[in-house]
């Protein structure tokens, strides 16, 4: 299994936007000051949602849409979403959480597409003879602090009326989590697919709750900076055009993808088959929906809010970030149809 994880600590994170300024890396920003055309640096780490552009670079769908792209996996999520920060990447796959705390700790970021929703990839997966969420009470459980399943937890504490109080949260990168978990060593853990698949290796396991029981809450996004939006629009219309006509090429081939897709998940064909129902990958009008303004879970400004309110009152963000400039659908409003 790869070693890789989603999630990651914003006190480090905070601590290298706070410095981003005089340490950020000059190959990518480089790059995205040479004009249309330049190499853009594009980041992505193991989720279903974002193995796709594995599969757009393997078939050179980003030469034939016009864009040089660097495709750079992260075996560790949380060094993509500090690389993008930092700007060290020109764009990033990560999850909507992870972006409203970058943006909150100072970072210039936009969201330009909607790669996915979970829709049950992100688990909370206990032992034999523990069957709730509140049958935690008390109990180990794993999961990376600070992280999109921390944030999952937390939801699903408050959906059974107990706090990370009532827990004994044990603090270990997704991968180790679900080590620890198969072999016994924690209770319960938080995790996302295919660590999941690890997880419940372990005799007697069950998933107790998912991303399935809050609708909208994880969406994944593609990322740029606002500095890639600003100078380079045609490249970030590339990506965007690459992404749907790559998924009209996973349609068309699903065998011979999924074989791409696994490989780079490190997991079996019939594991990773085993994930589709779990993420739901959106199409362009699905793309469109969320971007519209509304007051239900399905739109993006709605469930930003919602997530706002939530990491700044349980202390996952410091401080409210603003929304402004965040949401970017010129994109995905010019991509063919």
């Not at 990322?223 to 055009?241: M, R, Y």
């Not at 969320?290 to 709605?302: E, R, S």
């Amino acid at each position: 299994m790869i070693s890789r994880s989603r999630p990651r600590l914003l006190t480090v994170l905070l601590t290298l936007l706070t410095l981003a300024g005089v340490t950020a890396l000059s190959g990518c920003s480089d790059s995205s000051a040479s004009g249309s055309g330049s190499k853009i640096t594009l980041g992505f780490s193991a989720w279903p949602g974002w193995f796709p552009w594995q599969v757009a670079q393997e078939q050179g769908l980003f030469a034939k849409n016009g864009v040089n792209v660097d495709l750079k996996y992260f075996d560790n999520y949380t060094d993509s979403i500090n690389a993008l920060s930092s700007g060290a990447i020109d764009a990033n796959s990560q999850t909507l959480n992870d972006t409203l705390s970058s943006v909150s700790g100072g970072a210039k970021l936009s969201i330009v597409l909607v790669n996915d929703n979970s829709t049950g990839n992100d688990k909370i997966i206990a032992r034999d003879g523990i069957t709730s969420i509140a049958d935690l009470k008390g109990k180990k459980v794993a999961v990376e602090q600070g992280a999109v399943d921390h944030y999952l937890l937390l939801l699903a504490l408050q959906s059974a009326k107990l706090t990370e109080k009532d827990i004994q949260l044990v603090n270990l990168p997704t991968d180790a989590a679900a080590a620890a978990f198969a072999g016994s060593q924690v209770d319960a853990v938080a995790a996302f697919a295919p660590f999941t698949s690890k997880a419940l290796e372990r005799p007697g396991s069950r998933a107790i709750s998912s991303s399935a029981e809050f609708p909208g809450a994880i969406p994944d996004h593609l990322v740029t900076s606002q500095k890639l939006v600003k100078d380079h629009p045609k490249d970030v219309q590339a990506l965007v055009n690459t992404w749907f006509e790559t998924l009209a090429w996973i349609k068309a081939n699903k065998d011979a993808a999924v074989k791409i897709m696994a490989k780079r998940g490190g997991v079996s064909d019939a594991d990773y088959k085993s994930y589709d129902a779990g993420t739901t990958i959106f199409t362009r009008q699905q793309n469109l929906d969320a971007f519209t303004p509304g007051v239900t879970p399905q739109h993006l400004d709605f469930q930003a809010n919602k997530i706002v309110d939530f990491i700044v009152g349980t202390g996952l963000a410091q401080q409210r970030p603003s929304l402004d400039g965040l949401f970017d659908d010129q994109f995905v409003k010019a991509a063919p149809q």
